[in-house]
């Protein structure tokens, strides 16, 4: 089943995900000088970020949270928000919560779920943060219908992921090893697509593309 592939798949990783999306070590340098267009994961999760005010005061979602390892030091900034951080690979969560634990923030509840079917009323919160996810989602569909109920009217979506059709090298990496890893889960978007999906329920506030990635701010009409 591709939910038991995924949770294999980051169970493997887990001793080298945050230095190859970080940039961490020379091969993960090169890796996405090759294959990703140069594009830097650091800088583009900072954006992503600023769009959060460190005042925030309302209820935010963080799905994947993955290892926490871009969100860890804005979260230690945020200390009026409710935040609900959720992901699929209880791996990948338990080292989420021990860099939590690490720095002391305490406004943050983790739980195991599938973005898929969300266990939230409609209109939960005022953000929903997304950060290197959508590719992996094996139902996108599902997934974008889940974030829109539970964003409250004037709540945003701010996502960063791989989308296809950009760059060769990262297509034919997403396509062979990545899919067969279980880290990335076909069909994938591409930027068009991505639009098409949010143009009839938000208002699409920065949309950028950087190598084969995309990121982009959305609020809920």
Known sequence: MMADKIKS?????????????????WWSKLYFKLLWGGVDDN???RRV?????????GRLLDVPVGTAVFTTEK????KQADITCLD????????????????????????QGDVGALPFE?????IVLCMNGLHVFPNKGKAYAEI?????????????FYIAGEQRGADWLAKTVM?????????FDTANDVRQRLEPYYDILDFHVEGAMLYFRARKR
């Open 9 to 25: 798949s980051y169970k493997f990783s887990k001793s080298f995900y945050d230095d190859a999306i970080t940039q961490g070590k």
């Open 43 to 45: 800088e583009i999760a």
């Open 49 to 57: 970020l600023s769009w959060i005010p460190d005042d925030f005061k």
């Open 75 to 78: 979260y230690r900034k945020m």
């Open 88 to 111: 699929y690979s209880q791996d990948m969560l338990e080292q989420a919560e021990y860099r939590f634990r690490g720095t002391g923030i305490s406004n943050i509840q983790t739980m």
């Open 122 to 126: 409609e209109g939960t919160f005022d």
């Open 148 to 160: 829109l109920r539970t964003l409250k009217p004037g709540g945003e979506l701010l996502a960063c």
């Open 179 to 187: 899919t067969r890893m279980g880290w990335f889960t076909p069909p």
